[in-house]
Structures are given as C-alpha cells and as structure tokens.
C-alpha cells in the first residue's frame, strides 16, 4: 500500500500546531542546530582536523539529497563547488518564490512551519561559513513575508540567530526580500539580479555561476525552501541514514503537488520513488483518482514547464534490475516511479513536484493556450528565441481558441517551439515555454489540427455565404 | 511637486536599506513600502526613491515598469487579483473572473486591472499565485481567498461594500 511519508510535514497539519517559535520549541525545534553548533573538530585520516562545518558538508553529500527547486541538483556537489577560497564573503540565499504553476509546497511550510525552514537555513549557513543570508520570498506571499519577519524576531530575541548564536561564537543575520510578481526570479541568477536592485535578468553561465560569482559576485548559494527543510532532516538524521530513504540517486522525501481534475487535490510527502505516478494520482492515500465518469487523458507531471504525458502513452526506461545490471523496460506512463531520474529517462521531468491532472473533459488546445499565456507574459525579453517565440506560441494558440485558427497551425507551433531552446537563450525559460509546446502538439496533434482546419471550413463557408448574399 | 514622505515611513525605508551591503538592494522593497503608503508610484515618488538609494530615476523606472505588483496608477480599495493559471483556470477562475467583472460593471476582456468609476474594486487577472490544490484562488488586497466559489466571491463583494 503506497502512503504517505511525512518528515518535512510532520507537525504542520496537526491540530494545534502554531507557526510560533514556542510551539516549535515544544516539538524539538532547534535540537539539531544546538547539536551541530557543539560539534568539534574531528581528526581527519591525514592527522589534519576535519572542520565541523566541513562534517555537516560531508552529510549534505553522503545524503544524495537533490535540490527540490526543479532541476534536481546535488544539493552536496552545489556547496562543493563554492569558492571558499576567494576572500569574499560567502552568501546563502533561500529561493521562496515558488512560481511555477501547480506548485505550491514551500507555502505550506512558510506559512505553517516558519521556523522549520530557519532551522534548516541556520544549518546550511553555518555549513557553509555564511554570516549573510537572505530569504527570497514571491511578492504575493504577503503575509507568508509577514509570518517569515516575526519567526526571525523571535529566533533573534532567543539567540538562534544574531551575534554568538547560543553562545557558539558563530554570526549570523538573515532578511526577508520579497519579490514583486514576477516568475523569473525563481530561475537563480535572476532571482541575484532582482535582489541587488536590478531587473531579474538572468546571468550569462559561465561566468556567473553563483557559487563563484553570485550576489555582489561573490560565491553564493541558492537553495529551494524544501531543500533547506531537508538539510535539517540529514543532519537529524545523517546523511547515511537519510540517504536510506526513497530510492539510490532520488533520496529521501520529497513534497508532491497534487492539482487539476483530481478528487483530492493537495500536497503530500512522499519518499522519492517510493510512490508512482498513478499511485499519485489514483491511491486514496492521495489523488483518490478523477471525478465519477471521468477519464484520464493527460498528465503534467512536474509543473507547467514539464513535458505532458498522454494517459496512456508507454515509455522506455533504464532501471537496475534484480541483479543490478540496467535493463531497459517498458512502462505505462503511470507505473513510472515519481523520481528525477524516471520522469527524466521518460522524457519529462518531476521538476518542482507539481502534477497537474488533465481528464476528457479538458480540451487541450485551450490548455496549451493558458500554459503560453503565462509564458508569453512571463517571459524577462532578455533573449530574442525566448521573448519573441514566446509571444508568437501564445498568439498562434490565442487565434486556434478564438475562431481564426489555421489548419497548418500545429507545425507552426512545434516550429516555433523548436527553434527557442538548445542553448539559443541564457537561461531555461526556453526551455520551458518550448516543452509544453513540443510534447502537447505531438502528442495531441489530431485535435490542434482539426480545429485549425474547423476554422479555416467556418470562414470558408461564411465567404460562401457572403457571395451568395451579393 | 517633490513628494512628502513621512518621518516613519522614511525611518522604516532607512530600516530597510541597512539590511544590504548595497543601497540598490533594497530598491523593491523600497518601492513596495512606498506603493503601500501611497497607492501607486508617481513620477516623484520615484525619484525620491531614486534618491534615497543614490541612483538615477531610470534605475527606479525600469523596475516599476518589470514587475507585475508595481503600479503607476492607483487602483481601487479593493484589488481583486484573480489567478488566470492552468489549474486555477480548469477549476473556474474564468467564470470567476467574468463574474466579478458583470457584477461590477467591468469590462471582462480589457487588458489589465479595471477599476469601478466609484474607486472603490480594482479586478485584474494574474498568473499562477501558488494556491493550485485549493483552486480557484484570488487575492483581496493582501489576503488569500482558496476555493472561491460564486457565492463566495459575491459575499466578498458584499463584505468590501460594507466596509
């Protein structure tokens, strides 16, 4: 019976359970920072002492922990790459501007478990010799700002955070920065530019690669929310016992999105790739499947950027098998693991952990039509492929829901889509625009060309009309 | 006319931009107190900014004209954002949308926030406000309101007339 496997989650939902540091206090809050400020240096195999913040990294990178912003990068290999010896100061940077679409995980743990997320923040900071950090919280999180302001009071006033935090001689200050709307900044150089002041164009990599030169260009780490909720669990834990969670190379637990045409819609946590997509979204313990009388007929499976699976669709994927060795398997969609590497070997991605579920009653035309709204409008206008193909998706898919589509518009579209990611834009926004696109046009192809063509026998048959009538 | 900006206020943006090792840094949330206490960000208001953070007006201006929450005009008591994004929208946000505009005599397909002549309710679609598994969502100003059904968005109305 797949279920739930609550961590990051575990107190947030109970009944009594206040977003306050007293509250936090009474469920062991701030046990595990207590525990890694005593830690002393350790002798490592050379004679040579093994700092305490260098062990914390070393349980970051034996947890396997990946981010859970959307790319699914070594959190442990990320802090790796930090120039720590540069002279500058390093910088932490919390990404709290959950944007994209059907995701909406860290609000829950802003909102219910500030001080979860300080914890995990304060933990990661000292790991990495950071005295400076600052959340980036999205702009319509008004009052999630406000409940992440009075948590940090009330870490300050009992020295979790400040000068000499619990008298261990470390420093550290951290600040909220809200954002203003706009979904750019969750991408992470845009999100530095935003936070010096600029427009969140993202940055050029290489050079700027954060960890090198980041904000103010110094080395920087940008972490997801749920990343850093999952840093204080490998340290409660260690990074061994962590990694004995979800699956080799997706461990540990992972908060899921559920949104759409779903009994219940929700967040849930699971232990990556404990659970798959159809458990997801057809098991009591979550979806509890679709409406009476309904049908599936299609899966976004990691946010609006993912690539749309088709109810239905088989795809090949590399799994170890009994003996280890790789085998490659057929799979249903919907028997696929929900991890990075299966929904990635699939052709999709698990992104940031938002399925959107799609049954017959959705006309994909008028959804692909909403997904490229959103990135027309997004869209930051840096690279040319981007703010224009972005502009021209949503226009052509604009026309093909208003009456004046063509029936030639399918292969303009998936042109259009091709010719933006691959390395023509700065960043992954092109990427992302392009995937709905490319995967909906493909695989539903039939309807978008039926309905440019049901278009153009309309306007043929209204000039008929028309010269009849003279 | 140069703008006035109260002692408080100007304590609490000074507040602001010591956080940062940069003045600049502390440009959108300058700007965001600055759009609260005012309504909207005028022309000197965001000069002022510019100011107070040791840069040029473009510098203050090209970020107003970026970000989605910044607004040269004011807009009514009430701004209802209602969010326009997939899943808000196979839940019925634009049936949402579309009421809220009949009912306050807006035009539903005009680009951009409307606002009633009276000043009192500014509509506008947004996009994803990360409230999907509760959808619809819409935001009243700086509230949150999950699963917003017809009924429920009238008796908003009806609440905001009221107050």
Redesign the interface.
Known sequence: MPSEYRLILKHLDQPGYTPDLDCYLRHDGYHVLRQALALAPRPGPDGKPISPQEQLRHEVTLSGLRGRGGAGFSCGLKWSLVDRKSGKPIYLVCNADESEPGTFKDRQVIYKDPHQLLEGLILSSYANDVHLAYIYIRGEFVEGARILERALAEARAQGFLGRNILGSGYDLEVYVHRGAGAYICGEETGLLESLEGKRPYPRVKPPYFPAVLGLYLCPTIVNNVETLCAVKHVMALGGAEYAKLGTPNNTGTRLVSLSGHIQRPGYYEIEVGKVTLGELIFDPAFGNGLRPSRRLKAIIPGGVSAKIFKAGEKVKVKRPGPDGRELEQTLDVLELPYDFTSLTAAGSMSGSGAIIVLDDTTDMVSALANISEFFAHESCGQCTPCREGSLWLAKALRRLTQGAGRAQDAEYLARIADSIPGGRTICAFGEACSWPVQSTVAKFKDEFVARGKDHEARRTAAAQAGETAK | MPVTVPSALEAQIEELIA???????????V??ALQDHFGCLAPETMEWAAAK?E?QPI?IL??VT?????RQAPVGRFHL?VC????C??AGSHELHRHLCEKLGLDRHAHGPQTTPDGKFTVEF??????????PVL?CN???HEGVTLAQAEALLAQCEGG
């Open positions: 956080r940062y090792p940069q003045k600049r840094s502390a440009a959108v949330m700007l965001h953070l840069l510098n090209e970020l970026f970000y989605p929450m910044f954002k326009r994004t997939l899943s929208a196979l947004v996009e994803c406000l990360a409230g999907c598994g509760t959808a935001m700086d509230a949150c």
